[in-house]
């Protein structure tokens, strides 16, 4: 009889792959040995120099195809020097797992491999099992789990729902899961004036002030007061900069950034006619050209609650004894690609340490979640 996968052991190997984005480092190579070894038929469905795996046991197109997502792509170390054990060491001492990844995600990988090769080796399900995951989720994300699912659709590939393995609990094990996340947008402006010298202003068409007052109204505006499952959108300004060092000289020109999380009583087309018009209104008043230029990173979207989330929430409950909150809160995940295709909600560790230097998981978390994932799977194809 095969002995249950470890997902700590898992989890380590994984680390010690140094797969910042965008390096693969042999993450997704382990992770195809390891599913084709199961029966799971595996491709690599690479775009872009972006690495990515998709896996699936059983029939495709099969009415019941449950799936996992998640990344093994993670961000850099920063300063080694300052890191307890080394970065991509996958240490454990103490009950401890230290390394890159070790809460975002390689660990919530691990987990729901392990849970999946588990159960089609002791108890193949009437279903299908589908596994998307990328190497470009701290990245840009365009070629991701996007590329994943235009692969999927090119080749009749989908998935019924679908569970991301993204750290969701802010303090204790099971507290939190993910139904839905706000949207994320940034604007950047430009304010095109005219150069001058500080000692003779009315022969210098000024940036800064033009600048000042539109970040003032931005800044300044409620944009609501939240919905039923999100809280109230934010508009933060993030940068103002002229460029300027010198004292005695007006700038030509001043630039700016503001990033906005919005909640479903906005999209992102709206709040791109309300940015531009702010501007427009701003340029008038100083006779000023002001360029805009936006970037919609993702709408926001909710996976009403219903039996996905109650699947879910029961797992949980029943391996942790807490019943978990059902949060839009936190950035962005690849589910907001996956929210097109099927229904989708994010359920993993305690993500307190991730992105810092020392990132770190008691092991026993990652065993646990396991668990989770397994109930999840039973549950869904009782």
């Given at each position: 009889m095969t002995a249950p996968l470890d997902p700590i052991h898992l989890t380590q190997?994984?680390?010690?792959?140094?797969?910042?984005?965008?390096?693969?480092?042999?993450?997704?190579?382990?992770?195809?040995?390891v599913l084709t070894e199961?029966?799971?038929?595996?491709?690599?469905?690479?775009?872009?120099?972006?690495?990515?795996?998709?896996?699936?046991?059983?029939?495709?197109?099969?009415?019941?195809?449950?799936?996992?997502?998640?990344?093994?792509?993670?961000?850099?170390?920063?300063?080694?020097?300052?890191?307890?054990?080394?970065?991509?060491?996958?240490?454990?001492?103490?009950?401890?797992?230290?390394?890159?990844?070790?809460t975002d995600m390689k660990?919530?990988?691990?987990?729901?491999?392990?849970?999946?090769?588990?159960?089609?080796?002791?108890?193949?399900?009437?279903?299908?099992?589908?596994?998307?995951?990328?190497?470009?989720?701290?990245?840009?994300?365009?070629?991701?789990?996007?590329?994943?699912?235009?692969w999927m659709a090119e080749n009749g590939e989908a998935m019924s729902a679908c569970l991301v393995g993204e750290p969701t609990c802010p303090n204790e094990m099971g507290e939190m899961m993910k139904i839905g996340r706000r949207g994320s947008m940034t604007a950047w402006f430009s304010v095109m004036g005219k150069q001058g010298h500080s000692a003779y202003p009315h022969r210098a068409i000024n940036p800064l002030p033009a600048m000042a007052r539109l970040m003032d109204r931005l800044a300044s505006h409620t944009l609501d007061e939240g919905t039923e499952h999100f809280d109230a959108s934010t508009l933060a300004v993030v940068s103002i900069d002229t460029g300027n060092t010198a004292t005695n000289v007006i700038p030509a020109k001043c630039s700016s950034a503001v990033n906005i999380r919005f909640n479903d009583a906005h999209s992102g087309k709206s709040l791109t006619k309300w940015l531009k018009d702010e501007a427009d209104t701003v340029a008038a008043e100083?006779?000023?050209?002001?360029?805009?230029?936006?970037?919609?990173?993702?709408?926001?979207?909710?996976?009403?609650?219903?039996?996905?989330?109650?699947?879910?929430?029961?797992?949980?409950?029943?391996?942790?004894?807490?019943?978990?909150?059902?949060?839009?809160?936190?950035?962005?995940?690849?589910?907001?690609?996956?929210?097109?295709?099927?229904?989708?909600?994010?359920?993993?560790?305690?993500g307190k340490t991730m992105h810092q230097v020392n990132e770190q998981v008691p092991a026993e978390q990652i065993t646990q979640l396991k668990a989770i994932y397994a109930r999840i799977l039973r549950d869904y194809f009782a």
């Open positions: 190997n994984l680390i010690r792959c140094n797969s910042v984005t965008p390096l693969e480092g042999g993450a997704l190579v382990l992770l195809d040995e199961a029966g799971f038929i595996c491709t690599r469905v690479d775009r872009g120099g972006v690495s990515n795996l998709y896996a699936r046991w059983g029939e495709r197109g099969h009415a019941r195809s449950f799936g996992f997502n998640g990344h093994t792509d993670v961000v850099p170390p920063g300063d080694e020097a300052a890191w307890r054990h080394g970065p991509f060491s996958g240490h454990l001492e103490d009950g401890v797992l230290w390394g890159r990844g070790a660990s919530g990988v691990a987990a729901y491999v392990a849970a999946v090769v588990d159960f089609v080796r002791e108890t193949p399900p009437d279903g299908a099992l589908i596994l998307a995951i990328t190497g470009d989720e701290e990245g840009d994300a365009t070629d991701g789990t996007t590329a994943l699912l235009d100083f006779g000023v050209g002001i360029d805009t230029r936006i970037k919609i990173s993702g709408e926001s979207f909710l996976t009403p609650p219903g039996p996905l989330s109650d699947l879910v929430a029961n797992s949980v409950e029943a391996e942790t004894g807490r019943r978990p909150e059902l949060s839009t809160t936190g950035g962005t995940s690849d589910a907001r690609f996956i929210k097109d295709r099927c229904p989708v909600v994010e359920f993993g560790l305690v």
